[in-house]
């Protein structure tokens, strides 16, 4: 099993940008589809993004389209989301997810999760 760890959220004003990083430890990490899921307080879990183990495919939810760019290096078992024109209802706590069974966008289908990393954008 992959193990995944977060980092790179923080507090940035609107309009801004950050990059979120997932480090992972254990199997091959190139073999895995990673993707990146959001939950704010009192929210279902959704997805954002997600990136092909090749790295030469990626998926967009539509609220994040043409603003979130998913990648990865797989010599440094890492993949990053890169975030530009934050929105305030970008707010949320950020997680990764690997080792996939089943759809894409559903959180049901991946058994590996980081702990979280959490974005605020203020106003």
């Known amino acids: 099993q992959v193990q995944l760890v977060e980092s790179g959220g923080g507090l940035v004003q609107a309009g801004g940008s950050l990059r979120l990083s997932c480090a992972a430890s254990?199997?091959?990490?190139?073999?895995?589809?990673i993707a990146w899921f959001r939950q704010a307080p009192g929210k279902e879990r959704e997805f954002v993004a997600a990136?092909?183990?090749?790295?030469?495919?990626?998926s967009y939810a539509d609220s994040v389209k043409g603003r979130f760019t998913i990648s990865r290096d797989n010599a440094k078992k890492t993949a990053y989301l890169q975030m530009n024109s934050l929105k305030p209802e970008d707010t949320a706590a950020y997680y990764c997810?690997?080792?996939?069974?089943?759809?894409?966008?559903?959180?049901?289908?991946?058994?590996?999760w980081g702990q979280g990393t959490q974005v605020t954008v203020s106003s």
């Open positions: 997810a690997a080792d996939r069974s089943g759809t894409l966008y559903s959180s049901s289908s991946y058994r590996s």
């Open positions: 990136i092909y183990g090749s790295g030469d495919s990626t």
């Open positions: 254990g199997r091959t990490f190139s073999i895995y589809t």
